[in-house]
C-alpha cells in the first residue's frame, strides 16, 4: 500500500543525491511533449467530470473547483516519469557519501545559523531539534532550492487519470481540493514534485491536511514560502508520529568482536543501558549517550560496515516520514553534523 510519500524507496534510490520523486528527475534531456488525442483528451474531461460532482457532494465549492481546473490538461511528463523510474540502487556507503556531504553540511550550518530563533521557538513547542528539522529540509528539498515546478493539481489528476495508481491518486486529488477551500495556498502557487510532493519539506497533500501548521499566525498553512510554517509542520509531522524529545535519535557504535548478528534490526529493542553492558559503544571508543529509552543495533551495510545505536520511538518516526533506514540514518547524521 502506498504511503504518504508515493514511492517507498524514494531516498534509497538517489540522483544526483535526490530522491527519485525530486525535481532533478524532471530536469533530464527531455523527449518532444507526447500530443493528446481527442479520444484522450475527452476521457480526460469526463474523468474531471466525475472528479468535480465529488467534490462539490464534499463540499468543495464551484469557484475553487473552476479555478482549481482552469487550463488542467493531461501531463504527458508526469506519466512518462511515473512510468521510468530508474532502478538505481545504492549501497549504504554510496547513500551516506550522497547525502551527508560538506556542501549540504554547510548550508545545513548557515540556514541553522539564519533560523536559529523561530527554529527554538518550534521546539519547544513540539520537542523536535532544530538540527533534525534542518536536516530533513535538507535532504527533502536542498533546503528549498529544489521543491519542483509542476503543477500539483495537474500532477496528481493525470495520474488519477491514467490509473496505474488510480484511488491512490484520486484521493491526493481531492486532498488538493480540500487545501485550496481552505485558503491555503491558490492552485496555481500549488507546485511541487511530478508525484505531487509539494513544499520545502515535500508533503503529499494528505499529509498537509495531517501535519501542516499555521505558526507564523496569518491564516495559512504555507509549505512554500513561510519558514515558520515550513518548520513547524515538519516538526508537527514527526511529533504526531512518536518523537520524543527527551531521546536522540541515535549514534553511530562500535561493535564487541563478539557480537551476534543476530540481534541487530529494528525490531531487536532493548534498553541502552543493557547495549551498554553488553559492550557497545560510541564510534570513537566512549560511553554511549545517557538515555533510558528502547533502542535497536541496525547495520545499513552489513555487518562488517557502521553500526548504529538508534532510539526506537525516535527512528520510527523518521521513518515514518519516508520508510526506509538509509534515509532516516542520513537525516541523524546530517543533523548531527550540522550542530557540531
Known amino acids: 500500500?502506498?504511503?504518504?510519500?508515493?514511492?517507498?524507496?524514494?531516498?534509497?534510490?538517489?540522483?544526483?543525491?535526490?530522491?527519485?520523486?525530486?525535481?532533478?528527475?524532471?530536469?533530464?534531456?527531455?523527449?518532444?511533449?507526447?500530443?493528446?488525442?481527442?479520444?484522450?483528451?475527452?476521457?480526460?474531461?469526463r474523468y474531471i467530470a466525475g472528479v468535480k460532482d465529488e467534490a462539490r457532494r464534499k463540499g468543495i465549492s464551484?469557484?475553487?473547483?473552476?479555478?482549481?481546473?482552469?487550463?488542467?490538461?493531461?501531463?504527458?511528463?508526469?506519466?512518462?516519469?511515473?512510468?521510468?523510474?530508474?532502478?538505481?540502487?545504492?549501497?549504504?556507503?554510496?547513500?551516506?557519501?550522497?547525502?551527508?556531504?560538506?556542501?549540504r553540511v554547510q548550508r545545513g550550518r548557515e540556514q541553522?545559523?539564519?533560523?536559529?530563533?523561530?527554529?527554538?521557538?518550534?521546539?519547544?513547542?513540539?520537542?523536535?531539534?532544530?538540527?533534525i528539522i534542518v536536516g530533513l529540509w535538507g535532504l527533502e528539498s536542498d533546503y528549498g532550492r529544489q521543491m519542483g515546478n509542476f503543477n500539483v493539481i495537474e500532477a496528481v489528476a493525470t495520474l488519477a487519470w491514467e490509473?496505474?495508481?488510480?484511488?491512490?491518486?484520486r484521493q491526493e486529488l481531492m486532498d488538493s481540493l480540500k487545501i485550496v477551500q481552505a485558503g491555503d495556498?491558490?492552485?496555481?502557487?500549488?507546485?511541487?514534485?511530478?508525484?505531487?510532493?509539494?513544499?520545502?519539506?515535500?508533503?503529499?497533500?494528505?499529509?498537509f491536511l495531517r501535519y501542516a501548521v499555521d505558526f507564523d499566525g496569518d491564516g495559512r498553512r504555507d509549505m512554500w514560502d513561510s519558514?515558520?510554517?515550513?518548520?513547524?509542520?515538519?516538526?508537527?509531522?514527526?511529533?504526531?508520529?512518536?518523537w520524543k524529545a527527551?531521546?536522540?535519535?541515535?549514534?553511530?557504535?562500535?561493535?564487541?568482536?563478539?557480537?551476534?548478528?543476530?540481534?541487530?534490526?529494528?525490531?531487536?529493542?532493548?534498553?541502552?543501558?543493557e547495549w551498554a553492558r553488553w559492550g557497545i559503544v560510541s564510534v570513537d571508543g566512549r560511553a554511549l549517550a545517557p538515555s533510558d529509552g528502547v533502542a535497536s543495533i541496525v547495520l545499513p551495510g552489513g555487518v562488517q560496515s557502521d553500526a548504529f545505536l538508534v532510539f526506537s520511538s525516535n527512528f520510527r518516526a523518521l521513518r515514518a516520514y519516508n520508510p526506509s533506514d538509509y534515509y532516516a540514518?542520513?537525516?541523524g547524521l546530517l543533523a548531527d553534523r550540522i550542530a557540531d
Do not use: C
Open 1 to 45: 500500500m502506498l504511503n504518504r510519500r508515493y514511492l517507498l524507496a524514494a531516498a534509497p534510490t538517489l540522483l544526483a543525491g535526490l530522491s527519485v520523486a525530486s525535481p532533478a528527475l524532471a530536469q533530464a534531456p527531455q523527449k518532444p511533449p507526447r500530443m493528446t488525442t481527442p479520444e484522450e483528451a475527452e476521457s480526460f474531461a
Open 62 to 103: 464551484a469557484a475553487v473547483l473552476d479555478r482549481a481546473f482552469a487550463g488542467v490538461h493531461i501531463n504527458w511528463r508526469v506519466i512518462e516519469l511515473d512510468r521510468s523510474q530508474p532502478e538505481v540502487h545504492f549501497t549504504w556507503e554510496q547513500y551516506r557519501t550522497r547525502i551527508v556531504n560538506d556542501t
Open 112 to 131: 541553522l545559523a539564519k533560523h536559529r530563533d523561530v527554529l527554538r521557538r518550534v521546539q519547544d513547542r513540539f520537542g523536535v531539534p532544530p538540527e
Open 163 to 169: 490509473g496505474r495508481r488510480g484511488a491512490f491518486f
Open 185 to 207: 495556498i491558490a492552485p496555481e502557487k500549488m507546485v511541487g514534485s511530478w508525484a505531487g510532493a509539494m513544499g520545502q519539506t515535500q508533503f503529499m497533500p494528505d499529509s
Open 227 to 242: 519558514f515558520p510554517d515550513v518548520f513547524a509542520s515538519t516538526a508537527n509531522n514527526l511529533a504526531v508520529e512518536g
Open 246 to 273: 527527551a531521546q536522540p535519535w541515535g549514534q553511530q557504535v562500535r561493535l564487541p568482536a563478539a557480537f551476534d548478528p543476530a540481534l541487530a534490526g529494528r525490531d531487536k529493542r532493548h534498553p541502552a543501558a
Open 329 to 331: 540514518l542520513s537525516i
